[in-house]
């Protein structure tokens, strides 16, 4: 079983910058957490895909958040980064870290971490 720890989130003004970490451990493989990426949900909304990527580099993003996000991972080190600048409050949400087998199957599966609030105020 993999597990994802989730780190970073805060309260921040608009314009500002956060940086998230994931970190995965457990019974890694090359294909358990072959992409890894972010997702959030704010309140009475779904879970949407914010960001994700893969060991070998392949990158998603959601329109709202090009240009202001950047995702990055160490292989090394099972670990994934949100850098989010430019921050607005409609960024606010719970942050959550997810693993999966490829970019098409995120989200669909465990394992999911346990959430990181961001919160964007005026």
């Known amino acids: 079983q993999v597990q994802l720890v989730e780190s970073g989130g805060g309260s921040v003004q608009a314009g500002g910058s956060l940086r998230l970490s994931c970190a995965a451990s457990?019974?890694?493989?090359?294909?358990?957490?072959?992409?890894m990426g972010w997702y959030r949900q704010a309140p009475g909304k779904q879970r949407d895909l914010v960001a994700a990527?893969?060991?070998?580099?392949?990158?998603s993003y959601a329109d709202s958040v090009k240009g202001r996000f950047t995702i990055s991972r160490d292989n090394a080190k099972n670990t994934v980064y949100l850098q989010m600048n430019n921050l607005k409050p409609e960024d606010t949400a719970v942050y959550y870290c997810?693993?999966?087998?490829?970019?098409?199957?995120?989200?669909?599966?465990?394992?999911w971490g346990q959430g990181t609030q961001v919160t964007v105020s005026l």
């Open positions: 990527i893969t060991r070998g580099g392949s990158i």
């Open positions: 997810n693993a999966a087998l490829s970019l098409t199957t995120m989200g669909a599966t465990e394992p």
């Open positions: 457990g019974s890694i493989t090359i294909f358990n957490i072959n992409a």
